[in-house]
């Protein structure tokens, strides 16, 4: 099932200018969402998803922000979806720091090889073949000089649930 609106605590939460980048997978579900996402910041980057009808989209795309290079892809062109070898491998194939895909639905943050991986989930909580119940989510992570923090948004039994983590923290900065 395609769910096509985020719930509004999350447009609570998503308010114009507060963020600097807006990263999406794809398969948006509608003009007026893709609308609603490129007006949460001037910088909006988007990927062509399985079920995006648009053309114009790329397949894959490549931004730096900070000092690093952060890869985007749906996902459904990584087999098996989600595995963390084919990640990496697209990852060098891209050749940046940090990929971003979707394509699963549940989010997911780690790491291999030296690359990161951010899989946002699906802001609209749309149907997974991976798991039974799938929750609306999105992440949220500030890149700074030296660290990489990720807030993971979940919204699960009408409250929003926000979980903290580190993707490289000034202390690992420091011991290589």
């Known amino acids: 099932m395609r769910a096509h609106d985020i719930p509004e605590k999350f447009k609570d939460l998503l308010v114009p200018n507060k963020v600097q980048n807006v990263i999406c997978t794809g398969n948006v579900g509608s003009k007026e969402m893709t609308d609603y996402l490129k007006g949460l910041s001037d910088n909006f980057y988007m990927v062509k998803g399985d079920y995006d009808d648009n053309q114009q989209l790329p397949e894959n795309k490549v931004i ?12 459904h062109q990584i087999v098996p979806w989600g595995d963390d070898e084919a990640l990496a491998n697209y990852a060098r194939e891209l050749d940046c720091d940090i990929l971003v895909s979707g394509h699963t639905h ?13 899989n946002p989930g699906s802001a609209t ?7 039974t119940e799938t929750y609306p989510s999105f992440i949220l992570l500030e ?26 923290d000034d202390k690992e900065e420091e011991e290589q």
């Open 106 to 118: 549940q989010h997911k943050i780690n790491s291999v090889g030296g690359k990161f991986f951010v």
């Open 143 to 168: 890149i700074l000089s030296t660290s990489i923090k990720a807030f993971i948004y979940e919204y699960k039994n009408g409250k929003c649930q926000i979980t903290k983590g580190s993707l490289i």
């Open 64 to 75: 730096t922000i900070g000092k690093f290079k952060v890869g985007i892809v749906h996902g």
């Open 125 to 131: 909580g749309a149907y997974s073949s991976f798991k």
